[in-house]
């Protein structure tokens, strides 16, 4: 309980902690690992630590940018992005593409991966990624702080056209998110975390009918 005996600090005067906690308190977090492609094709491959689904129907899922990068710069060029889930067996292959690289650079060679074309939209599918959605862009967000001002990050949101999930995940028809491993990311330097079934529970919610 964040009583009497709470670290309390405010945000302006800084955390004077050895790492910003906010990362690992609204955390674990999933991963945007996004594919995009420029207006002249080249491929772009990048984790985002800031990521998550938005909406049912139509489903529309978005993530966030610390920094005008190429999956930005890509996205609002060509109104589309893939969205791939990393897992812990790809855990390793997934980082490789956070690297710096050069604009001509390829993350999908960086980290030893294969594209494989998508079914809707331009930009490739991670093949060793057990699923996969295809995005059209929705909005391109820059976001502001508390005064109004523009803040150096932009949120991306897509509305899912096209899905492939790997047929092992789903159960007599029900996705097992379990069974994917699936990793976020939980703050700090270098922490990740990884969905496993012993991590899984069940909970209905309460009916309010009476």
Known sequence: MAGPH?????????????????NA??????????????????RNLAPYSFFNAFNYHPPIIGFSSVGWKDSVANAEATGQFVWNLATRAIAEK????SASLPADGDEFVRGGLTPVPSIAVTPPRVLES?????????QLI??????????????????VIAV????????????????????????????????VPDAMFAMERPDDSG
């Open 6 to 22: 709470a670290y309390s600090y405010r945000v302006a005067d800084g955390s004077g902690l050895p790492h910003d906690p906010l």
């Open 25 to 42: 308190i609204v955390g674990p977090r999933p991963i945007g690992w996004i594919s995009t492609v420029s207006a002249t094709g080249a």
């Open 94 to 97: 997934m980082n490789e593409t």
């Open 130 to 138: 057990p699923v996969n959605f295809e995005c059209q862009l929705t």
């Open 142 to 159: 820059q976001l502001r702080d508390a005064n109004g001002q523009d803040v150096e990050s932009w949120l991306v949101l897509g509305e």
């Open 164 to 195: 492939h999930i790997d047929e092992h995940l789903l159960v007599d028809g029900v996705y097992d998110t379990a069974a994917a491993h699936p990793i976020l990311r939980a703050g700090g330097p270098a922490d990740y975390a990884e969905i």
